[in-house]
């Protein structure tokens, strides 16, 4: 699959019709709300792991020197937890330009903190598109994170934030703070 998923995500369907769309952000959608909203509420997902495995050739990093930035990769049993956004279908437009380095809408039931559950969209980057960096040691990638910058700034911040904002919520990712505690030794 190509670096650019926005004609792919243009032609997803799923929720034509509707005039609000709830969508679960697990990365920077966390803490960077960049696009208006109706509400927000604090959500998980089941079965999925929030893992540093994708490539950031536009945010994060460059075509030559990608940024490493979060994805899920499926797994059985596991919590994912993050920040659900209700917005109109016209956010996509704007979403899936910030999204289109190998990021696909996927269908999802986003359950919320205090109860409830919906069906909504996520962006995941699945392992065969073009900018999949893959599995690494936690001390690879937070080397990697520490000497990537693009365009929205450097790599290193990306994580930082991300680290801070589970903790303000009262969650700990095994994975982002294992990064994060290598960072801060580095």
Same mark, same amino acid.
């Given at each position: 699959?190509?670096?650019?998923?926005?004609?792919a995500?243009?032609?997803?369907?799923k929720?034509?019709g509707?005039?609000?769309?709830?969508?679960?952000?697990?990365g920077?959608?966390?803490?960077?709300?960049?696009?208006?909203?109706?509400e927000?509420?604090?959500?998980?997902i089941?079965?999925?792991?929030?893992?540093?495995?994708?490539?950031?050739?536009?945010?994060?990093g460059?075509?030559?020197a990608?940024?490493?930035?979060?994805?899920?990769?499926?797994?059985?049993?596991?919590?994912?937890?993050?920040?659900?956004?209700?917005?109109?279908?016209e956010?996509?437009a704007?979403?899936?330009h910030?999204?289109?380095?190998?990021?696909?809408?996927?269908a999802i039931?986003?359950?919320?903190?205090? #109860? #409830?559950?919906?069906?909504?969209?996520i962006?995941?980057?699945?392992?065969?598109?073009?900018?999949?960096?893959?599995?690494?040691?936690?001390?690879e990638?937070?080397?990697?994170?520490?000497s990537?910058? #693009?365009?929205?700034g450097?790599?290193?911040?990306?994580?930082l934030?991300?680290?801070a904002a589970?903790?303000?919520?009262?969650?700990?990712?095994?994975?982002?703070?294992?990064?994060?505690?290598y960072l801060?030794?580095?």
């Amino acid at each position: 699959m190509s670096h650019n998923t926005i004609e792919a995500n243009q032609a997803m369907d799923k929720f034509d019709g509707h005039h609000q769309v709830w969508l679960f952000g697990y990365g920077s959608l966390i803490y960077k709300a960049d696009f208006p909203f109706i509400e927000r509420r604090p959500a998980h997902i089941f079965g999925w792991s929030r893992r540093f495995w994708q490539g950031s050739h536009d945010h994060r990093g460059t075509p030559e020197a990608p940024g490493r930035v979060a994805t899920l990769i499926p797994a059985e049993g596991d919590v994912c937890h993050g920040m659900a956004y209700l917005v109109t279908p016209e956010e996509f437009a704007h979403l899936d330009h910030r999204e289109k380095n190998g990021y696909l809408r996927v269908a999802i039931d986003i359950h919320f903190e205090a #109860g #409830g559950v919906e069906e909504g969209l996520i962006y995941i980057a699945a392992a065969d598109n073009a900018a999949w960096l893959g599995e690494a040691s936690v001390e690879e990638i937070a080397h990697h994170i520490a000497s990537a910058s #693009g365009p929205s700034g450097p790599n290193i911040e990306y994580l930082l934030r991300l680290a801070a904002a589970l903790r303000e919520m009262g969650h700990h990712d095994e994975h982002v703070h294992a990064i994060e505690a290598y960072l801060d030794r580095l």
